[in-house]
């Protein structure tokens, strides 16, 4: 894994220094090495810091230069398949072309195999051929265009923009701001999306001007050219699409073995590493089947990590021993106390770039820095849940509208107020006793504060309504937000959704193209590259998506339970019983710090009179929000924390 910037001022000299200080501000993306170069004619600068995953050698150096000289890269990520691309290239003779040693290649890094495959395939048809995450810039020297080009699930982060008439561009936004013609005017559209979805979603930053290249895409810029499109070499939407027109023709157990095949397949390529791997475990099905399928793979127990948290409700960390013992991995897990884990806010700011209010930020920063001291490769479970059905609004959504649809709107209002009429904590006391006797499926944790979204779901008028509120952090962010127009995206655009046949099919489609890349792959990139620790995601592997989009909802959601077919693949190496128990997520006792040891730190960040003067926010719905959540009345954490990490941005 690795960080890059650059600029282009066409006509203008390019100062090495400014891409020196660019690249610095990326170290912890890289701190193997460091470089950069210049085409001092056309007024372009790459620069790039590096941390060395294949091929540690100095033939993996960056900038890179094709051996024609006309091609030079900067490159963020990993090819996985690049040894299979490299046979191909040499079946055309081209290593041969370039002469030297190791059968005309340089060294074995996947930079030097994508830089010979973008000369000798052209940019769309090497993206194609690809199977990987990455972000990249290519100069092409001959025709003076610059590409930028994205993975197509958003692994890798990509900005660029045009300030003061300088194209900028790099991993992180630090990057950009490193540049004198930075100037970083607060976009409050971008600020109404983030406080609906926590995160600020592709194409949109923070900053007016400064754009995140969507997933799946690259982007060609000519000198002076200003009005560039992204264009799609990939797409979530026509996969699934495709998917779901032509669905799998084989019965349960072809589907399980075929599932168990690619999953394989990409963990087996994603264990390619020069530098000592391991795997994030959970316990949970998606970690456990990816460390299952490592464990399966090597002939050394796989290094495993964990955190807990002893609050009750908060705690994973038994489980991933259960299912570490079981594998025989070399497991090492931490439990963490509630004040080393506060200690951690403070870095958030820096180390997010922008406003990012995912609190599962904190657990995923801890558990990378536990891993760090043992690995510099991480693999991980994401995306499980958004291919094979794994969140609970999966079940709920329809189940919700099938009995509560046919109600007249007052009825359910009534309904709603007697819902809320006890607080979350209260209702959790009640049903204490009950939920420990019920079947573990249908068992929750948080039930009162689940019972509370109930009510507020009593008010909607359609399913598609429904999933929306659930996934919406400020129901009307233009409220909130002064001087905010919330710009359209796949959550509130019906445009942009895409054509499968039910419901649910299609939250996990706009799950997968929303939430997943512009929350939980921020979340992950930025949290363990803050400690320079390179992740990777096996699910995300293309070919194991376009599979999973072919099956039917029934190989994906059985009788109530999520991500059937996962866990049939799962239980051929851990046993059910390790397994099956209420999904808990990867959370923080958020609202119990809130009014607590957080207290008086989010009183200052939250005073009226500040929020104010600032002239971002509309005070007073944040603070009525703020004294039902300190009277227990409503648990409104989650609300809070966006105001809270975008009011501690600002600040840093």
Same mark, same amino acid.
């Given at each position: ?160 923009? &045009? ?57 060609? @810029? ?61 316990? *949970?099905?998606?970690?456990? @089947? ?51 884990? %506060? ?39 994401? *995306? ?21 649809? &046919? ?71 233009? %409220? ?39 929350? @939980? ?74 009014? *607590? ?56």
């Amino acid at each position: 894994m690795c960080g890059l910037a650059g600029f282009w001022c066409s006509g203008v000299l390019p100062d090495p220094g400014v891409l020196a200080r660019m690249a610095d501000t990326l170290v912890h993306r890289g701190p193997d090495d460091a470089g950069w170069w210049v085409d001092e004619f056309a007024g372009i600068g790459l620069a790039h810091r590096r941390l060395s995953i294949l091929d540690i050698s100095p033939a993996g150096h960056q900038p890179m230069v094709s051996p024609s000289g006309r091609y030079v890269i900067v490159f963020n990520g990993e090819i996985y398949n690049h040894l299979e691309l490299r046979a191909m290239l040499e079946r055309l003779s081209l290593p041969q072309q370039r002469g030297g040693d190791n059968g005309g290649w340089r060294g074995h890094s996947d930079t030097e195999t994508l830089l010979a495959s973008l000369e000798a395939w052209g940019v769309e048809d090497t993206l194609m051929k690809s199977v990987g995450m990455f972000a990249l810039a290519l100069w092409d020297r001959e025709t003076r265009m610059l590409t930028l080009a994205r993975d197509r699930l958003g692994e890798k982060p990509l900005y660029y923009g &045009w300030q003061k008439g300088v194209l900028l561009f790099g991993s992180e936004l630090k990057a950009l701001k490193a540049h004198p013609a930075f100037v970083g005017e607060i976009d409050r559209d971008a600020l109404a999306l983030y406080l609906r979805h926590s995160a600020i979603p592709a194409p949109y930053s923070i900053y007016q001007g400064i754009h995140k290249l969507p997933p799946g895409t690259f982007l060609q @810029i000519h000198a002076g050219q200003k009005n560039a499109r992204p264009v799609a070499y990939w797409s979530v939407r026509s996969v699934a699409e495709a998917g779901q027109r032509n669905l799998f023709r084989g019965g349960e157990a072809e589907a399980v073995a075929e599932l168990e095949h690619l999953l394989g397949q990409s963990i087996a390529g994603q264990m390619l590493a020069d530098v000592p791997l391991g795997a994030f475990l959970s316990g *949970g099905v998606d970690s456990s @089947i990816v460390v299952a399928l490592m464990q399966a793979r090597s002939s050394r127990p796989v290094k495993t990590f964990t955190i807990g948290f002893r609050e009750q409700g908060y705690n994973e960390a038994e489980h991933a021993l259960a299912v570490a013992q079981h594998l025989g991995t070399e497991h090492t897990e931490l439990y963490v106390p509630a004040n080393e884990a %506060q200690e951690v806010i403070p870095l958030l700011p820096q180390l997010y770039d922008e406003p990012f209010a995912d609190s599962s930020q904190i657990p995923t920063y801890l558990v990378s820095k536990l891993a760090r001291q043992h690995v510099t490769v991480s693999l991980s479970g994401d *995306g499980g849940d958004e291919l094979f059905g794994g969140y609970n609004r999966y079940v709920w959504v329809q189940r919700l509208w099938r009995r509560l649809g &046919w109600m007249p709107l007052p009825l359910r209002a009534a309904l709603a107020g007697v819902l809320t009429a006890l607080p979350p904590a209260a209702w959790d006391g009640a049903f204490r006793r009950v939920n420990r006797l019920l079947p573990a499926r249908l068992r929750y944790a948080s039930l009162g504060d689940k019972l509370h979204k109930l009510a507020d779901i009593l008010a909607t008028q359609s399913p598609e309504e429904i999933y929306l509120g659930l996934v919406s952090h400020w129901k009307q962010p233009v %409220q909130i937000v002064k001087g905010g127009v919330e710009p359209a995206t796949a959550l509130t655009d019906a445009r942009q959704w895409a054509n499968v046949p039910d419901l649910t099919h299609r939250m996990m489609y706009l799950d997968t193209v929303s939430y997943l890349p512009d929350d @939980i792959l921020t979340k992950v990139d930025r949290a363990a590259m803050g400690v320079s620790l390179e992740t990777r995601v096996p699910f995300l592997d293309h070919r194991v998506l376009e599979f999973a989009w072919t099956l039917p909802l029934a190989m994906k959601l059985r009788d109530g339970q999520s991500k059937w077919l996962l866990r049939q693949v799962l239980y051929r190496h851990v046993p059910r019983e390790l397994i099956e128990r209420p999904k808990m997520g990867f959370g923080i006792p958020l609202d119990v710090w809130l009014r *607590g040891p957080l207290k008086g730190w989010a009183d200052g960040l939250l005073d009226p009179v500040r929020l104010a003067r600032e002239g971002y926010f509309e005070p007073e719905p944040i603070r009525q929000k703020w004294r039902e959540h300190q009277a227990g009345r409503r648990n409104w954490s989650y609300d809070l924390w966006n105001v809270l990490m975008f009011q501690a941005w600002m600040e840093s």
